[in-house]
């Protein structure tokens, strides 16, 4: 018999799903919090859930087999000080229409000037304000997995040119030029937006700084839905105040919540969501646990496996 663990703060929502499906050879305990998770998890072989919190109880698993993550983030599990012996599966094939429908809704709010148009409206000023067509837009993503590519065909689909960044500079539908890292230059010279869906790794913590961002176009707008840790937020400040780019939308930060002292609450450029760009919804991320432990059963590779040293 396996005895899977739940926790996360939807371990409620989490284990209904899996109940319902009846998993065969499966049982389930849950917890919402690390002291509740302790109690429970010493004869569990499977756990399911929020990284931060599985982070705090992986030396207690002494049957660990198997860590499914409910987040796309998995690089609180990949630090050098944890354990490493069991396999560790991520999440990929639900976010990237989550994502892509809150990059297309900031690209088109600001394209089409939809805040303007709020404010004229409250002021009753009648002032039609430009736009340009999709066409003439060109959307650079650094990062092309699996959200990255989604993002692209999204972005293909209103005629908006679409390049990339990726760590091999490999060819990828939808896109009309891969650079890699070696290109930077030329990479940023082209998009009117940019756009970081990267994971966190000690190569991409702060590759957004004072040198990559004077490499943009000054109307350049950048959007972070990736790892708050890609940007240094002091350069970003300094070049979003001193009109080196246009713009920022803002989901994630390197300290969460964003706090109430950072100057990016009142830049008149800058636009600050809470990390929700893309939220975990429990039957998307159970039906993922369920594929996989099919497989577990069976004795075959699980979907989604995690390089511990790539950090993704």
């Keep these: ?27 389930l305990v849950s917890a919402a919090d690390v002291e509740s998770a302790t109690a429970l998890i010493s004869n569990c072989n499977i756990i399911l859930g929020d990284p931060p919190l599985l982070g705090q109880v992986l030396d207690s698993a002494g049957r660990l087999e198997w860590v499914q993550s409910s987040w796309a ?26 994502i892509s429908e809150y990059v297309m809704t900031y690209l088109f709010a600001l394209e089409r000037q939809v805040f303007n148009m709020r404010s004229n409206q409250l002021e009753k000023h009648w002032k039609p304000l430009s736009y340009r067509p999709s066409k003439e837009i060109t959307l650079g993503i650094m990062g092309l997995g699996s959200i990255g590519r989604h993002l692209a065909r999204t972005a293909r689909h209103f005629g908006i040119h679409v390049v990339g960044l990726s760590r091999s500079g490999a060819a990828c539908d939808d896109v009309e030029k891969v650079y890699t890292a070696d290109d930077l230059a030329a990479f940023f010279a082209e998009p009117d937006y940019v756009v970081l869906t990267l994971p966190d790794t000690p190569q991409t913590r702060h590759f957004i700084n004072a040198g990559t961002l004077k490499m943009m176009k000054p109307s350049t707008v950048l959007m972070n839905v990736g790892r708050g840790s890609l940007i240094n937020e002091a ?78």
Aim: hydrophobic share 45%; aromatic share 8%; charged share 20%.
């Design 73 to 98: 983030g998995v690089d609180q599990l990949c630090r050098p000080d944890l354990r490493r012996d069991y396999v560790l599966t991520g999440v990929k094939g639900i976010f990237g229409p989550l």
């Design 235 to 312: 350069d970003l400040v300094s070049a979003l105040q001193k009109s080196v780019i246009g713009g920022a939308v803002l989901d994630v930060f390197a300290s969460e919540p964003l706090p109430q002292d950072s100057p990016l609450w009142h830049l008149p450029n800058v636009y600050v969501t809470p990390h929700n760009a893309a939220t975990s919804f429990p039957a998307d991320i159970v039906g993922i646990f369920l594929e996989n432990y099919r497989r577990f059963l069976r004795n075959e590779t699980l979907q989604h496996v995690v390089d511990f040293d790539l950090g993704y």
């Design 1 to 27: 018999m396996n005895r899977l663990l739940i926790l996360s703060a939807e371990a409620t929502k989490h284990h209904a799903l899996i109940k319902a499906a009846d998993p065969d050879q499966l049982e």
